[in-house]
Structures are given as C-alpha cells and as structure tokens.
C-alpha cells in the first residue's frame, strides 16, 4: 500500500469549557493521495472545521488533540511544536478560510502580505518574490496583476480577495491545500470560478486539495472522494461516483434526498432529516446518529459502529443502504 | 389542537436562558466582583447607619485633645480640632454616597436621554446638537469649570454636583448613542416602525430597556469618577462645602502630614481606597458577566 | 496641497465648538463671575470713580460686545494685564507653559509607553497569571486617587527618604531637572499606568482576535512578526486617539494638582491661583486656548489615522 500524502489515525479533539471539557472530534480517520481531491461535508458543528485546525496546528487557545496521529508526509504533525509548525505553514500545507473580506491585513497591501510569505519560505529576494507573486495572481485569473498588487484589500471585491488568498495559499507550491468553505461567502457566479480555479490550479501543481463544504453540489463538481462528518465522527467515505449512486450512511442518504431536484413524480413534501444534532455535552451512547434515523433498531443504541468497507465505501453503520 | 397558554409569564423556555439570566450567572460565580460588591454594600450600610444617625453624628465636636493618637475614646485619633478622625470618616461616607449616587443617577438619564435622540436621529440637527454639545462639554477642562459654576452659582453647595453631572453625561450619550445606531437597524425596530409606533415610544419601549447594560455599567463608572474627584476639587477650595468628606479630610491633612500626624490622611484615603477598589472590581465583573469576550477567554 | 485645505477645512469646522467653549466660559466666568470694580477702588467712591472703573473693567458694555471683545482677544492672543499681578498675560503663559510641558511631558510619554508595554504583555498572555498580575495592579493603581499618591510621594520621598526634592522648581541644568522632574513623574505615570494598562490590554485583544491574525499564524508568522505586522499595527488607531485625547487631560487637570501641590510655576499653578483670586483675564485666556488646543487635537488625530490606516480617506 503506498503511502499517502495525508494520513489521519483516531484523532480526536476536546475543547476545554466552562461546562467542562468537550470532545469536538472523535476519532476521525482518513487519507488522502497526492493530487487528489477530498471533499469534507458536514453539517455546521460537525466538526470539520475543527478537524483542518488541528491539521495546520492551529486551534484555539483552549483547545487540544487528545488522540491520534497525523502523518503528513511521514511526520506525525501532532508531535510538532510551533516553531516546526511555522517552517511547513504556507509552504508544505497551506489553508484558505472562508470570510475573505476580513482575512487579509487590512493596512498592508495585497503583494506585501504575499511577498512576505515568499521571502519567509523561500528565502527570496524582494525583486524576485514581487515577480513571483505577479505570475501567481496571473494564474489564479487576476486581470493587470501588477496593479492588483499594489492595491489595499478593501479595495477589492470579496472574489477577488479570495483568490489573492489562494495565490498566498498556492506560491510555495505546497503539496496539500486545505480549503474550508472558500466560496459560502461569495455569490453564485463568483463561486462558480473561484471553484474552477482551485481545481484547475490544484492539477497543474500536483497539490492535494481538502475541500470543506455543506454544499454537495459544490462536492459533485470538484471533488474525487468525499468524507461525511455527523457530530463530531466520520461516518462516511467514499469516491464521489459511488457516494452519489448508492450512499451507504442513513444520513449520507438523508442528505442526498433532501436536495430538491427534478423528479418524475411530483412530491407532497421534500424529505428532510427530522430532529437536530445532539448537544456535545450530552452524546447519546452508540450511534450517534440513531435517534434521528428511520431504519434505527435496538443494536444501533447499544454499540457504536466502525466504519467497514460496502462496496466502493466505508460506512459506520449496522444497517447501510443499499445492503438488500 | 391543544389550548395555547393564554399567559406566558412564568413559563420557562425550553432550551438556554435568557441573557439577563445567564449575565447574572456569570457575576455571581465572579469571586472578585462578588467581594467587591460585599465592599460595597458595607460601605452602604455604612452610609445607611449615618443617614440612621447611628454613628458619624459626632463628627464636628471637637471632643478631645488636639492630634491624640488612637486609643480607646478616639479609635483613630482626633485631628488639629481634636475632633474624632472616626466619627469624621463615617460620616465622610455617606458624603461620598451622596454624591456618587446624585452624580450618578443624574448622569445616567441625561446620558440615556440625550444618546437615544441622538442616535435614533443620527445624521439630523438633533444629532449635531447633541455633538457638538457633547464636544464642547469635553473640551472645557474639568476643574475650571466647577470653578466657574462655583462662581456663577455664587457659592450653592450644590455648584459640584451640578459641574460633575454636566461633565460625566457626554460619555454615558456617547456609548448610548453608538449602541442605539447600531439597535435601530436591527429587524424588530423595523418591524415596530412598521406597525406604526410613534419614534419616541419605540425608543422608549423597545431601544432603551436594550441599554441598559451600558448605563449600569457607565453608572458604576460615574459614581468612582464622582468620588475620585471630589477628592481633588475639595483640595482645590471647590468641592464638598458643608459637611466633611474623605477630599476635605485630605486636604487638612495636607498641612499636618509633614509634621507626622498621619492619622488624618491615613484614615480617610484607606477608606477612600477600599470603596473604590471595590467598585472597580465589581463593575470590572459586572463587564465581563455581560460580555464575556471583553477579557480575552 | 491637499493636506492644507483638509487642514483648512477641518480648522473651520472647529470653530462652533470653540465657540460653544468660548461661550459657555464665558457666561460663567466672566458675565457671572465676580464684580471686581470694588476691589479697585479706594474706601469711599464717588459716584464718578465706581463708574470709571466699571468702565475700565468694561462692565458697562452690553454681553454681546463684552463676548466679541473676548473673541478677539483670542484671535489675536492678547488678553491683556493679569487682574493679580498685573503682568502681561501673554508674557505670564510663555513664561509658565514651558515649565509645564518639561513637567508633564516625561509622565506622558512613560505613561503610555510603559502602559502599551504592559498592555502587550497582558494581551499576549491573556489569561495565565502574569496577564491577571499586571490586571491586578493596574485596577490597585485605578483605585487610589492621585491626590493621595502625589501627598504619599512627598512623605515617602521628601520627609522620609529626602532623596529628591518635592517642592519648587528651581532647575537651571539638566540634573537638576531630573532631580526635580523625578517626583512628579513618578507620581503620574503611577496614577496613569492603570488607567492605561487596561485600555491597550482590551484594544490589544479585541485586534488579536481578529481573522487576518488567524492568516498570518497560517503561513508561519512568528510570534513578533504577529505582533508587530498584525497586531499593533492594526491596534494603532484606538491607541493613537486614546493617546491625543488624554493630552488636555493630562495637561490641564495633571499640571493643575501637581503645580499647585508641589508648588511649580507652571500654567497649572498659574490657572489654579487665578482661580482661587478671580483672575478674569488668565482664566479668559487658558479656556480659550483649551479650545484650540482641543480642535487642533481633533484635526491632528484625523491626519494621524490617515497615515495609520489606508482605509480612511481625508475628505
């Protein structure tokens, strides 16, 4: 088996409350291969946006990883302190968040904060990092670059913000990108593109992309595997083809029927998940899933389910779809 | 379908409390702020034992020698007049009750006041009025103008109060007035606007019960800087003129302290010390109950 | 060019405010103020004397002129002979300002450098215990009222320790100026560093907690580089006006306790004795001066915030 690019192993992460410790994430495992593409999807609270902080090593203040091992490129990042941290952020593992109105440094121009990253990394000259940088704007379709470099953040539009992030986030040529929601907060026609230049990008560079998402559309397009998180758990993964065609996870299918498409027969109503997702404070034993499922029954209650392999998927759960 | 309840007070939401609820929560499991509000509330029952005429009635009587030390009759000494230092500093705080809770209070409404027309009607004359007031309240320097009230005023005893409240209102207006900015373009307002309340009842019903928290906060705030300057505008000739307070017992002081009497001194700024520290350290709760994030955590 | 008539423009801008200033201290000071006309006269006035010396003082004019005639004296910074000494009041403020500036200024600026220093540690640390010590002293420091700290500092360093002098000024180098600027400075950074500590500490946090800090730790910025690039440099504009607004403060209030107290002859001491006397014209002309001095703190602090942050224009 080779090795992947990312490997994740049983981590878990709490966050220490005024209520009390946490535990955000449990036992999440996946990988990921170089250059390839995994779409995170989940619900707000599930948990994926936390599982990318603990990758890049930056969660908050009160939180920290419990269990489990990230082997990036063979070395376990959880081992790492900060100053080791620091040397692979924007240069090996790069992310790009999603308000991209207020992510960049207000009173430093555009092409300073990306020629600060360049000359950080890679040690360049300022001459030669501006030149680099210009030819990453270009590439990530920005129109007169060298103008756009000069210009104050809130000079541009929220699109063209993100991509100057994802030019930040690509120059260095890292091997992964972890992008958390980078289009919810743009408009339709924006994100369309924006989209297309990350794929488009991620190929030319050979750069892996995790793309974090609620918006399965936005997963269809882009994406080559998928991962679907509930209340803090994997509970699903698969390649993008064989989620759609036959989801395994009750709430992967609740998920997918809950989309509104055009159907043969016209609906009464459009299927949703009844229910909200437990609190972190009070997890239910077993699945955690179980009080909202249809096709719940009494062992789903008693025990929690491992993710086994169905088909081209891996599920946690006792009675998947698709299984009659 | 079932009967809905006819009367919604007393019944408990399903999930969460409400803000007030979960604010207060927050303060009572404050140890700081609880024991600065113990300070406080000692200091009242003080102050509420002088009104009683419980103790401090004394505090004029020249009752004994000249600069005794403390002893059994004088608990703490008596000053120049022989008059006792402790009858004089228990009187001192219902002094300094009286004009925090006056300035206070008095700061509080005209702050509400005027920073809810102001903000409601932001950009109008009203608006401008109510700045440039506010601007020039700011820029005349404190001390000259109590000065100049005492002088305009010819003396009244209550020329200070007057001056404090004029000065310690424009900071009250001017958070009210940022806050009510920000409140009116929230949706309920709009909707109030849409069912037609007339634009004073809606400040009155709707905006300013969601001030309150500043106004309590500023009014812990004002009732320190009340106290605190009282201090320096009786050592300037300008503050308390009947009556003792802690200011005018440090400004005879200021006399003795070179020849060693420091009783005097002493007395009046431990006191003085005490009741704000233990103000500050309950409006610093009371911020951070209504805004957790404002520490940083 | 255009800074010129943004400054022009903002400096007409100020004028209600001086007037309101103006006005208002004037109504109480001069039209309320005290009748000076018996203290200039001798025991039994003649009905022509009182009325020469009223008109002298320029009690007979109507307000209105009696005002204008004060607006005047401010454009042309003439106020006139001090009611006490006599002296030119013009000659009295360049002689007294001076001293209060080398007074003041050294507690000004350790105040607040020492306050922002502290504040960094305290925001950077936020929550562990050095973040609650410094809390800590900062609110003892709020709490204790600066005429009590400058009356201890004279026991403590003029009775007890004799190491510094605490009244006069009496410098005509610069050690002597240490030696006498000492107290006095002590004296207000101790009482401002509280004030100032908590202030920079919230403005410090609120700015760390901001996204663009999340992206520089993303790409590997360090420690300084966080602070300085995305922290302070960000924070500068509340700093910057909290800094230029609490100079009329400090001047006006600081200088006035500290001269008075300490005996130095500076426009604090001279503006506390004309109060305390009556001194019309003094108080007429550090009011006004307060004034412009406050507009042309208000016109500085917008070109400051211009220069700080990019996205304010000056319009």
């Known amino acids: 088996m080779t090795s992947a690019l990312l490997e994740v192993e049983d981590l878990s992460i709490e966050f220490a409350t005024e209520a009390g410790p ?23 609270g ?39 941290l620091r040397r692979l952020r924007g240069r090996r593992l790069s992310m790009i968040f999603q308000e991209p109105m207020t992510a960049l440094n207000p009173v430093y121009r555009a092409g300073d904060q990306i020629v600060e990253v360049l000359r950080r990394h890679e040690g360049l000259s300022r001459r030669a990092a501006l030149d680099r940088a210009i030819e990453m704007l270009a590439r990530v379709g920005i129109a007169a670059p060298e103008q756009r470099m000069v210009d104050f953040p809130h000079q541009m539009s929220g699109g063209m913000r993100q991509r100057i992030m994802i030019a930040m986030a690509l120059v260095c040529r890292p091997r992964l990108l972890i992008a958390d929601e980078p289009t919810t907060a743009l408009d339709v026609t924006t994100q369309a593109q924006v989209l297309a230049e990350i794929s488009q990008l991620a190929a030319e560079l050979d750069t892996a992309v995790l793309l974090i998402t609620h918006d399965l559309g936005v997963v269809a397009e882009t994406c080559d595997e998928v991962m679907v998180m509930y209340a803090g758990q994997v509970v699903e ?30 609906l009464e109503r459009l299927p949703v998940i009844p229910g909200t997702v437990p609190e972190l404070s009070a997890m239910p034993t077993g699945c955690r899933f179980a009080a909202r499922c249809p096709q719940a029954q009494a062992d789903c209650r008693a025990r929690t389910p491992e993710l086994r392999m169905l088909g081209r998927s891996r599920s946690a759960c006792f009675h998947p779809a698709g299984e009659e | 379908m079932s009967a809905l309840p006819t009367d919604l007070i007393g019944l408990e939401p399903a999930i969460g409390r409400s803000p007030v609820r979960r604010a207060a929560g927050r303060l009572l499991a404050d140890r700081w702020a609880m024991l600065g509000l113990a300070i406080v509330l000692l200091f009242f029952v003080i102050a509420l034992g002088v009104w009683a005429g419980l103790w401090g009635g004394n505090w004029m009587a020249s009752a004994g020698q000249r600069w005794e030390g403390p002893s059994t009759r004088h608990w703490l000494g008596t000053t120049i007049l022989g008059q006792d230092i402790l009858e004089r500093v228990l009187f001192s705080t219902r002094t300094a009750f009286e004009i925090g809770l006056i300035v206070a209070l008095a700061s509080s409404m005209l702050g509400a006041l005027f920073g809810a027309l102001s903000g409601y009607f932001a950009g109008t004359l009203i608006d401008s009025a109510v700045l440039w007031l506010t601007g ?12 100049a009230l005492a002088f305009a005023l010819k003396g009244n005893p209550w020329a200070m109060h007057i001056a404090m409240v004029a000065t310690f209102w424009t900071t009250t ?125 | 060019m255009d800074l010129l008539t943004y400054t022009l423009r903002k400096l007409i801008g100020g004028i209600p405010l001086i007037l309101g200033v103006t006005l208002i201290s004037f109504v109480l000071m001069v039209h309320f103020g005290p009748d000076k006309t018996y203290e200039l006269l001798s025991k039994n006035p003649t009905a ?35 009611d006490s000494t006599g002296e030119r009041v013009a000659s009295i403020l360049s002689r007294t300002v001076p001293i209060s500036l080398a007074l003041l200024a050294p507690g000004f600026v350790l105040g607040n450098l020492l306050g922002i220093v502290l504040g960094l540690v305290a925001a950077w640390h936020r929550g562990r215990w050095i973040d609650k010590a410094i809390m800590g002293f900062a609110v003892v420091g709020m709490s204790i009222s600066f005429l009590v700290v400058i009356i201890a500092f004279q026991i403590v360093f003029g009775v007890w320790l004799g190491w510094f002098p605490v009244r006069g000024w009496n410098v005509h180098d610069f050690s002597s100026y240490l030696h006498y600027v000492t107290v006095p400075t002590l004296a207000s950074v101790f009482v401002a560093l509280g004030y100032n500590t908590r202030f920079f500490r919230a403005v410090l946090v609120e700015e760390m907690g901001r996204d663009h800090v999340r992206t520089a730790r993303a790409y590997g910025a360090g420690p300084v580089t966080i602070l300085y690039r995305n922290v302070l440099r960000n924070a500068l504009i509340p700093i910057i006006t909290r800094i230029m607004f609490s100079i009329p403060l400090v001047v006006i209030s600081g200088s006035l306790l500290i001269e008075s107290y300490f005996g130095i002859p500076g426009v604090g001491k001279a503006t506390f004795d004309a109060i305390t006397s009556g001194d019309q014209p003094i108080l007429k002309s550090v009011v006004g001066l307060t004034a412009v001095l406050f507009v042309l703190i208000l016109i500085v602090n917008d070109i400051l915030y211009r220069a700080v942050d990019p996205r304010v224009s000056l319009k």
């Open chain 2, 136 to 147: 020039v309240l700011d820029a005349i320097p404190f001390y000259l103008f109590v000065a």
């Open chain 1, 237 to 266: 993964q698969a390649p993008v083809g064989a989620l759609f065609a036959q989801p395994r996870h009750r709430y992967t299918e609740g998920l997918l029927a809950s989309i509104p498409r055009i159907r043969k027969q016209p």
């Open chain 2, 173 to 297: 207006a001017r958070l009210v007035r940022g806050e009510v900015i920000k409140l009116k373009e929230l949706e309920f307002v709009e909707a109030a606007r849409a069912i037609g309340l007339h634009p004073l009842t809606i400040i009155h019903r709707h905006i300013l019960p969601n001030t309150f928290h500043i106004l309590l906060v500023q009014a812990t705030i004002v009732f320190v800087a009340a106290i605190k300057s009282e201090v320096i505008l009786s050592f300037l000739g300008l503050g308390v003129q009947d009556g003792v307070s802690w200011g005018l017992m440090i400004a005879e002081s200021t006399t003795e302290v070179t020849a060693g009497h420091y009783m005097n001194f002493v007395a009046a700024s431990s006191f003085l010390f005490v009741l704000v520290m233990g103000f500050n350290l309950f409006a610093d709760g009371l911020q951070d109950a209504l805004d957790p994030k404002r520490s940083g955590r």
């Open chain 3, 48 to 82: 022509e004397e009182i009325a020469q010396v009223r008109s002298q003082l320029g009690y007979d004019q109507p307000f209105w002129v009696r005002y204008g005639n004060y607006l005047g004296q401010l454009a042309s910074f003439d106020f006139g002979y001090s």
């Open chain 1, 22 to 44: 946490l535990r955000a994430v449990e036992q999440v495992s996946f990988r990921l291969e170089a250059g390839r593409t995994l779409g995170l999807v989940g619900e707000s």
């Open chain 1, 46 to 84: 599930c948990g994926k946006s936390v599982t990318s902080l603990a990758l890049m090593g930056l969660l908050p203040g009160n939180g920290r990883i419990v269990t489990g091992r990230i082997l990036f490129e063979g070395t376990d990042l959880a081992t790492l302190d900060q100053a080791a």
